[in-house]
């Protein structure tokens, strides 16, 4: 069955929807370089790790490139996965894996709209799972752009990569079936696909989203 991760929670009650509809992953944004009103502090991530307490896992997304951040974050909030969302250096990398673990990490491969990859994935040595996603150039967005890309051009990534491969970019819960039997990823990420009109996490969304993606 296709994993589940639900990004971009800002606080208990936003936890609550996703451990509610099933999510597999939480996902909290902390340590921000780039456009987006998604990140919390990392007492506000703390806080949400201790409520969820073991009943998913938790995911830090990070823009971050410096290792000795990334592994105080880790220490101090207790996530038990990294998204490295950003183009960090292999020997920082390095460094996170050899002091944290038992942490896994998830490596970001940025795939334009039409497909095209654009991130050299072959230079990463060090990765758990990667994801695919939309970036949008003009806003200095690399996540939660709400654009999706070439889910067929995904698909054949997917069968290139020897780890499991999450798709992300442009997901909710009407196009999620359709993105899972095209690209067959291990999972799917979403983030603005599960917000109302507002910019705020949609309880009835997430649930349908969940629903949807793990129907297939």
Not at 6 to 35: P, R, Y
Not at 37 to 51: H, L, P, Q, R, S
Not at 118 to 126: D, F, S
Not at 146 to 155: A, E, F, I
């Amino acid at each position: 069955m296709v994993k589940v991760k639900i990004c971009a929670n800002k606080n208990i009650e936003e936890a609550q929807m996703c451990l509610n509809a099933g999510a597999d992953i939480i996902g909290i944004l902390v340590g921000q370089e780039h456009t987006s009103n998604d990140f919390v502090n990392k007492e506000t991530a703390k806080e949400i790790v201790e409520y969820v307490n073991g009943r998913c896992d938790i995911s830090l997304v990070t823009h971050l490139t410096n290792a000795d951040e990334i592994i105080e974050l880790t220490e101090f909030i207790g996530n038990n996965i990294i998204q490295l969302h950003s183009d960090i250096n292999e020997t920082e990398v390095e460094k996170i894996v050899n002091k944290l673990p038992n942490i896994k990490l998830v490596r970001l491969i940025h795939v334009a709209s039409d497909g095209t990859i654009c991130t050299n994935y072959a230079e990463m040595k060090y990765a758990d799972y990667y994801l695919l996603d939309s970036f949008n150039l003009k806003t200095n967005q690399v996540g939660g752009t709400g654009l999706t890309h070439d889910w067929n051009k995904s698909n054949e990534l997917i069968k290139k990569l020897n780890k499991p491969t999450f798709l992300a970019g442009g997901l909710n819960p009407d196009n999620v079936k359709e993105a899972i039997k095209t690209a067959e990823p291990y999972g799917v990420d979403v983030n603005s696909g599960c917000k109302n009109e507002f910019g705020k996490k949609n309880a009835e969304k997430v649930q349908l989203f969940v629903s949807n993606a793990k129907g297939i």
